[in-house]
């Protein structure tokens, strides 16, 4: 059962880095460099910390608030956008819309994942 939970934690742990480093070049190709510079930042942290158990427990749960954060406000900003009046232009409508709001639950769900003490407390040790 340990190995299962193992597997998935990396798997979500993992995604959620890739995902915000496809986000980051997706920016970069737009002109804006700070989320590339951000995701290769967040990943030299994980890979210089994964010999330090401590380092790296307290890294995965700074990750895992920063993804609650991220999710939280992209909900808001979409349900504000969709309930209230229009806050934003089209291409912002479109990411932050239906399939936004979708994208963005399930890393709140995934950021809740990776924040529970027990399951990362397993697959450090």
């Not at 009046?85 to 994208?103: A, D, R, S, V, W």
Request: proline residues 1%; aromatic residues 12%; hydrophobic residues 55%.
């Amino acid at each position: 059962m340990i190995y299962k939970s193992k597997t998935l934690y990396s798997i979500i742990l993992v995604l959620s880095l890739v995902l915000f480093l496809a986000k980051g070049i997706q920016y970069a190709l737009l002109g804006s460099y700070i989320p590339i510079f951000l995701a290769i930042v967040i990943c030299m942290l994980f890979y210089f910390n994964r010999n330090r158990k401590r380092s790296l427990k307290t890294l995965i749960k700074i990750w895992a608030i920063l993804i609650i954060i991220w999710a939280i406000m992209r909900i808001a900003i979409g349900l504000a956008d969709r309930f209230g009046k229009e806050l934003m232009e089209n291409h912002l409508q479109e990411h932050l819309g239906i399939k936004g709001i979708f994208i963005s639950l399930v890393f709140l769900i995934g950021g809740i994942y990776l924040l529970g003490k027990k399951r990362r407390h397993q697959w450090v040790n």
